[in-house]
């Protein structure tokens, strides 16, 4: 066979150095997200704005992400992923450094756009190639890596971001990913295959304009749903654009005969039942991180050192849960460990929100750190389910419609923790408990727990014997 053709029935072996490197490019890249936001007074003082000013920065960034990252699937099949994949992570070592070098707002917000342009190749591209080349028996233990970014970086982006900007200077937020892009970029030539690109369909100009609108404009209402005061009408105008934007999308999509996204994943049963669920249960986990610091330090009254510290139990029990996965998953099955362990993050979460400020210690590190190990769990297990039953033909697609989910979902967390919130302050003058801030709080996490269990619902979808092929030993 040429080496232009590349098959993909076979690709190479992901090794667990391949997967290691991606999962730290992961982390990277999703802690880019979170560890401006305690930076954001000094740098608004810097840049000579107000501090609200500066979420344009956090906003362009996580748009950049979704929109760009309808075009990855499509250029790491027509450019090979190595080499896509090593561009990415150039790409974003370089719009860092400009982060860091940027002395006015304009310049800054145009430098996260860019950076949020790696970033969109180089996560789903980076996760296609282990996916491409892991076997299927090791493949809950190459998804367990790669989920522990998204789960870490929310939790210990504010906290190292705060130390970073405080002990050295908020540019070094960004001048830190120089050496590590550098070394992964070195390991990514090292490790990875050579994987050529391979001639493929025209580029779908129309069916990515549609969705990256639908995307553009999803995401900013999202974001502006997060705001302390959003506006109604711009919340209303970019829902409404975003709607029919994604409506017009999707008929595109299924109509022609190349699209940019190949819809077909969702017609298996595996990936689209775990696609809907989980992104209801990824909506109710990316709330957990946004609302657990804002209830110790304003409902409780907690210093940031004591909030940080207990935020970090949950990353914790993240870890704490990871060399068990795989027993766990082969002990009760997809399934079963769906349900229940998802009956465990709706419970996790709603006691949250029964803490008080006279909670024993003990006790709120207890709650803590099982909501980390049973958000951990989820996610693995909905991560990997996804792709069991995906051929390589549609890997590519599939991973692009995971990544956008994916990234819809945790913008859709925060906004919903951001509005469970205001129901919350809102309720309280109705119940005559005015005054009572961290009411609220129980109330908001209340909100998110039922929509955790919402994803219960379709999860009894799926046979029982769902992802079985996945937890066969070895031959």
């Excluded at 232009?4 to 730290?24: C, E, K, N, Q």
């Excluded at 990514?188 to 069916?207: C, E, K, N, S, Y």
């Excluded at 610091?293 to 510290?309: E, I, S």
């Excluded at 998802?342 to 029964?354: E, M, N, R, T, Y």
């Amino acid at each position: 066979m040429s080496r232009s053709t590349p098959s993909p029935a076979a690709p190479p072996r992901a090794s667990l150095a391949v997967t290691l490197l991606v999962a730290g490019s992961f982390f990277m890249e999703n802690l880019d997200g979170t560890v401006i936001v305690t930076a954001l007074p000094a740098m608004a003082a810097d840049f000579g704005v107000a501090p609200i000013d500066l979420n344009l920065g956090t906003s362009a960034y996580l748009i950049a992400l979704a929109v760009f990252a309808t075009a990855s699937g499509w250029i790491a099949d027509r450019f090979g992923t190595r080499r896509v994949f090593a561009g990415a992570i150039v790409l974003f070592t370089l719009a860092s450094l400009l982060c860091a070098a940027s002395g006015a707002l304009p310049m800054f917000v145009a430098m996260r756009v860019l950076q949020g342009l790696g970033g969109a190749l180089m996560v789903p591209v980076g996760r296609l190639v282990v996916l491409r080349g892991t076997p299927r028996h090791e493949l809950i233990r190459a998804i367990a890596t790669l989920t522990w970014p998204a789960l870490v970086a929310p939790v210990l982006g504010p906290p190292v971001g705060g130390f970073i900007t405080e002990h050295f200077g908020w540019q070094w937020i960004f001048l830190l990913n120089l050496p590590l892009g550098l070394l992964a970029f070195a390991l990514a030539l090292r490790l990875l295959p050579r994987t050529p690109g391979a001639a493929t369909v025209p580029f779908d100009w129309a069916g990515f304009g549609l969705a990256g609108s639908a995307l553009f404009c999803t995401m900013a209402c999202l974001e502006s749903l997060g705001q302390p005061a959003p506006s109604a009408l711009f919340i209303a105008a970019s829902a409404a654009a975003g709607v029919t934007l994604g409506a017009l999308a999707w008929r595109r999509f299924r109509r022609v005969d190349r699209p940019l996204i190949d819809l077909g994943a969702l017609a298996v049963p595996s990936f689209g039942i775990t696609a809907r669920s989980g992104s209801l249960f990824r909506v109710a986990i990316a709330a957990v991180p946004f609302l657990v610091p804002l209830m110790f330090q304003l409902g409780f009254g907690y210093d940031a050192v004591h909030a940080g510290l207990l935020v970090l139990v949950v990353f914790a029990g993240n870890i704490a849960i990871k060399p068990a996965t795989t027993a766990i998953l082969r002990r009760l099955g997809f399934r079963r460990t769906l349900l229940l362990n998802g009956l465990g993050v709706a419970l996790s979460i709603a006691a949250c929100g029964l803490l008080t400020p006279a909670t024993p210690l003990a006790l709120t590190v207890a709650v803590l750190f099982v909501s980390g190990m049973c958000r951990s769990m989820q996610f693995t297990t909905l991560n990997t389910l996804a792709f069991a039953d995906i051929a390589q033909p549609r890997m590519s697609g599939a991973n692009t419609l995971f990544n956008l989910a994916s990234q819809v979902s945790m913008g859709l967390g925060v906004a919903l923790g951001a509005l469970a919130l205001r129901i919350g302050h809102a309720a309280l003058p109705a119940l005559g408990l005015a005054g009572t801030p961290a009411l609220a709080y129980r109330i908001a996490f209340a909100v998110v727990g039922l929509v955790a269990l919402a994803g219960l619902v379709e999860s009894r979808r799926l046979a029982p014997d769902a992802g079985a092929q996945l937890l066969a030993p070895p031959r």
